[in-house]
C-alpha cells in the first residue's frame, strides 16, 4: 500500500489569489496523478505529474491555471492559480507503482472553497 | 476517448440484504482494468474490487462480486449481505492496460449514493 498525505486539507481563499496543495507519499512511486472532484461530482483528471519534465495535462486543463511540480518520486504540488468560485473543489493526489497492473492509491483530498 | 457511465444516481437496499450497482463503458481497446471505488463520508477513495478485460472469471471479494460482461461492456457490481458500513459513493472507473506515452490515470463515472437501510 501507500500511505499518501496532502496539504492542507481544506482551504478558503479569495478569488484572484493562488493556492498551492502538496502532496507528500511514504514511499517512492512511479505515477502521481491530480484529480479534481467538484461538489457532488465524480473524479476528473487534471495531470500527470511526471518527475522531471513537464506535467501532462488532460483536455480542459492547461498549465497556466494548474501548475504541477515533481521533483522527486515521492512529492508533488499542484497549484490552482488565479483562482474564481468555480475552483471551489476537492483536489485529490493519486499514485500507483510500476506498471498499470498495480493498485491506484488515492490521498485524503484538499477540500477547496473560493469566495 | 473512453467513457464510463453510471446510471443510477441513488440506490437504497435494506441491510443483510443484496444489491447490484450498474456501469457500463465504451471503448475501442481489447485490454483495460475496470474497477469500483467507494468513498465513504470522510472523502477517502476506497478500491473495492478490480477486473482485468482478459480475465473471464467474474472478480469477487468477500462480500462484493462483479458481472463482467465483456461484449456488453458491463461491469455491474454485487454487495451481498449489506452492512451499514456500506453506504457510501461508489464509482466504476476504466483504465487503460498499456502506461505510458502521456496521462494513462482512471476514468471515473459519476457515480452510485448507496444507501442502507436499517
Known amino acids: 500500500s501507500a500511505v499518501i498525505s496532502q496539504k492542507p486539507s481544506r482551504d478558503i481563499c479569495q478569488r484572484g489569489t493562488s493556492l498551492t496543495i502538496q502532496c507528500q507519499v511514504d514511499?517512492?512511486?512511479?505515477?502521481m496523478f491530480w484529480y479534481r472532484q467538484q461538489p457532488g461530482q465524480s473524479l476528473t483528471l487534471i495531470a500527470t505529474?511526471?518527475?522531471?519534465?513537464?506535467?501532462?495535462?488532460e483536455s480542459g486543463f492547461v498549465i497556466d491555471k494548474f501548475p504541477i511540480s515533481r521533483p522527486n518520486l515521492t512529492f508533488s504540488t499542484l497549484t490552482v492559480s488565479n483562482m474564481s468560485p468555480e475552483d471551489s473543489s476537492i483536489y485529490l493526489c493519486?499514485?500507483?507503482?510500476?506498471?498499470?497492473?498495480?493498485?491506484?492509491?488515492f490521498g485524503p483530498g484538499t477540500r477547496l472553497t473560493v469566495l | 476517448a473512453q467513457t464510463v457511465t453510471q446510471s443510477q444516481p441513488e440506490m437504497s437496499v435494506q441491510e443483510a440484504e443484496t444489491v447490484t450497482l450498474s456501469c457500463t463503458y465504451d471503448?475501442?481497446?481489447?485490454?483495460?482494468?475496470l474497477f469500483w471505488y467507494k468513498q465513504p463520508p470522510s472523502r477517502q477513495m476506497i478500491l473495492v474490487i478490480r477486473q482485468e478485460a482478459y480475465k473471464q472469471q467474474n472478480a469477487t471479494e468477500n462480500r462484493f462480486s462483479v458481472n463482467f460482461q465483456k461484449a456488453a461492456k458491463s461491469f455491474s457490481l454485487k454487495i451481498s449481505d449489506s452492512q451499514l458500513g456500506d453506504a457510501a459513493m461508489y464509482f466504476c472507473a476504466y483504465r487503460t492496460m498499456y502506461s505510458g506515452g502521456g496521462a494513462d490515470g482512471l476514468t471515473f463515472g459519476k457515480g452510485t449514493h448507496l444507501i442502507i437501510q436499517p
Open positions: 493519486s499514485v500507483r507503482r510500476g506498471g498499470s497492473n498495480n493498485e491506484q492509491f
Open positions: 514511499s517512492q512511486v512511479t505515477m
Open positions: 471503448t475501442s481497446e481489447s485490454d483495460y482494468y
Open positions: 505529474a511526471n518527475q522531471g519534465s513537464e506535467a501532462t495535462y
